[in-house]
């Protein structure tokens, strides 16, 4: 078994080298077709080792961006999501490519034509070659049969996540936690290529964990806050047995000071190429209705401190009116037909360049909430207060690996995530990935219509709970809860 799940990893991997290289070679095509003689012109020669050198730059670059931005995840992302994040890479690299041979050529308007030419046929032999690594990988990996243990709460939540890839997994079965574990394994025994572990008590999933690794059978386990905690942990090494630290603080004084170094560079930076298109945005919002350009809105950053975040306006003037602050949902009407565009393009989120050169947000960092929000939801679960342990951000681990619409539990642990496993390197990682992100289709979707707030059983016993178990929380109820505080406010 471990044979043939071998042969098949080096199959994707041998997949993935292919479309890798036919890009290459197209790039040493035009290399050799059209720049190399322009550089012979100028009486720049090149030897054989040169090319052969500048060949492999091109084919390190691709393979480094291509990794970066999930090209080459075969079958563990969507067909789509392969062909774009592949499309995404391939015009990183032409575009890192373009800067070094305009360097080397010493004239930055270097002919860009062949380039065009290249990315275009690059774009037509990603098509095929996503298509036909899909089909080899439904051939060679046909979906895996799974059980599902579950404990108080409802699984179709989760179900619906696994349902939602019916070429990577099959839920043959659901049990409860209750049903006891040595039924379960007696059940795993039959036929299942792994199980699921949906929070389930912690003694019951040491028990089924040790099971599955003892006979090499997959686990897939959705995390509690705890578990992320322990993830980021550094590992010590002063006595003779193994010990996990978790630090007091989330970034050490150097940690910050280089952060810092950073938004401020990159900040001022992106003003100057940003200041033509924030123009024309606050004309076209100015002229859309008359209102304001700008929305200021109040929002907490570390250590639970207030800011007002700067925004182009892309609601209506009232559409909070009410009082209640809500988040924006599918097909919002209070959205401007300019607002949908700037939201669409993320140009509303521009004048944040000066929060962060103020020093209120920083580049990278949990998305800042509202007051009220935030209010709302630790009430349900006390730990949504670990977010504002490092400085708001632009951008974030939740929006990168996230959606918009992501319950605030799973953004928690995202958020939690980055924060315990904060590096420069990671900073500066999904500020790339973050550029991806904006021209993915759902990075600007609304939540839905009554979508479901998960809370889980720490949640529930930390939230005081009788049944130490707090179920759903829907949008709807929060907003119930907000009108309800502020018609106590106003009684006092």
């Known amino acids: ?78 067909a789509w999501e392969v062909f774009f994040s592949q499309i995404f890479s391939t015009l990183g690299t032409d575009l890192i490519i373009y800067a070094v041979l305009s360097l080397m050529y010493t004239k930055l308007i270097l002919y860009v034509g062949p380039l065009f030419m290249l990315f275009a046929a690059q774009v037509v032999w990603t098509g095929i070659w996503t298509a036909l690594s899909q089909g080899v990988y439904s051939v060679l990996f046909p979906p895996r049969d799974l059980l599902l243990v579950s404990g108080k709460r409802s699984a179709k939540s989760i179900m619906r996540k696994f349902e939602s890839r019916p070429d990577k997994y099959n839920i043959c079965k659901c049990m ?58 550094d590992e010590m090494h002063i006595f003779d047995t193994p010990i996990y630290l978790i630090r007091e603080y989330a970034l050490t004084v150097e940690q910050r000071a280089v952060k810092r170094l950073i938004d401020i560079v990159c900040s001022l930076l992106l003003l100057v190429i940003a200041s033509p298109f924030m123009l024309v945005t606050a004309v076209l919002v100015k002229c859309s209705d008359g209102g304001p350009v700008l929305y200021k809105q109040v929002r907490v950053t570390e250590g639970g401190k207030h800011f007002k975040i700067l925004k182009f306006r892309s609601m209506r003037v009232d559409a909070e009116k009410d009082g209640v602050a809500r988040l924006a949902s599918k097909g919002d009407s209070r959205i401007t037909p300019v607002g949908r565009v700037i939201r669409k393009i993320r140009f509303d989120e521009l004048p944040q360049l000066f929060n962060i050169l103020k020093g209120e947000m920083s580049f990278i960092g949990p998305r800042p909430e509202r007051p009220e929000i935030i209010e709302q939801y630790t009430e349900l679960m006390p730990e949504f207060i670990f977010r504002t342990k490092v400085k708001a951000g632009l951008a974030g681990y939740a929006q990168v690996y996230g959606k918009y ?49 998960a809370v889980d059983e720490e949640e529930g016993n930390a939230a005081g709970s009788e049944t130490g178990f707090i179920p759903f929380i829907s949008d709807e109820d929060l907003q119930k809860a907000a009108v309800n505080r502020n018609t106590k406010k106003k009684r006092r």
């Open 405 to 453: 619409n992501t319950t605030p539990y799973d953004k928690l642990k995202l958020d939690l995530t980055y924060i315990e496993n904060y590096s420069v390197w990671l900073d500066l990682k999904l500020m790339l990935l973050t550029l991806k992100v904006i021209f993915e289709p759902d990075a600007t979707e609304g939540v839905d219509n009554g979508q479901v707030t």
């Open 176 to 233: 409860k936690i209750s049903e006891g574990v040595e039924a379960i394994t007696e059940e795993a025994e039959k036929r299942y290529d792994g199980l699921i572990l949906w929070d389930i008590p912690t003694r019951e999933r040491n028990l089924l964990l040790k099971y599955c690794y003892g006979r090499s059978m997959r686990v897939y386990i959705m995390p509690k806050i705890p578990d992320v905690l322990i993830k980021g942990t």
């Open 1 to 78: 078994m471990k044979r043939f799940e071998s042969a098949r990893r080096i199959i994707l991997l041998f997949l993935s080298l292919i479309g890798l290289a036919v890009q290459t070679a197209g790039f040493a095509y035009i290399w050799f077709k059209c720049y190399k003689p322009m550089f012979e012109l100028k009486q720049l020669r090149f030897w054989i080792k040169g090319d052969l050198l500048l060949i492999a730059v091109y084919a390190i670059i691709l393979i480094l961006v291509s990794r970066m931005y999930g090209g080459m995840r075969i079958g563990y992302l969507k």
